[in-house]
């Protein structure tokens, strides 16, 4: 049976107008940069610079709070930190986040090993403390 080394399970998110935004279990959050518990990231992608207003962006990031990236949407494997951060990569400058990311789920899900353990990790909330809720009032959930 052939094996498939993982380089690395990975958090994503993104950092514009001084700040990082991501997804989690509890909705959108953020922090500054490097601010979760998670630490300084291990790696950085540049993605491009925006032209987007940080006025217009949090706008977005409401209506995307509101709808695609409530908290309850979120699912380890099909709608998490990654399609987030893919999401708004594309909407600030039109380019995605590497394939290598946003295709790990998938690459794993297609493992009996994957098939196997997906059902406990199916049921994994995951929410990188140390945010503040976005759209939400004090960073009240």
């Known amino acids: 049976m052939a094996r498939k080394q993982l380089e690395g399970i990975w958090h994503t998110s993104i950092v514009v107008h001084k700040d990082e935004f991501f997804f989690g279990s509890g909705g959108i959050s953020s922090c500054s940069p490097g601010g979760t518990l998670l630490g300084p990231p291990d790696t950085v992608v540049d993605v491009g610079n925006t032209e987007v207003t940080e006025e217009i962006f949090l706008e977005y990031l409401s209506s995307l709070g509101e709808s695609l990236f409530r908290g309850e949407a979120y699912n380890l494997f099909e709608h998490n930190c990654n399609t987030f951060s893919n999401e708004v990569a594309?909407?600030?400058?039109?380019?995605?986040?590497?394939?290598?990311?946003?295709?790990?789920?998938?690459?794993?899900?297609?493992?009996?090993?994957?098939?196997?353990?997906?059902?406990?990790?199916?049921?994994?909330?995951?929410?990188p403390p140390g945010g503040s809720s976005v759209g939400r009032p004090n960073g009240q959930s």
């Open 90 to 127: 594309q909407f600030l400058t039109g380019r995605k986040i590497p394939s290598y990311i946003t295709d790990l789920p998938s690459e794993v899900l297609s493992t009996p090993f994957g098939q196997a353990l997906r059902p406990l990790l199916d049921s994994i909330q995951i929410q």
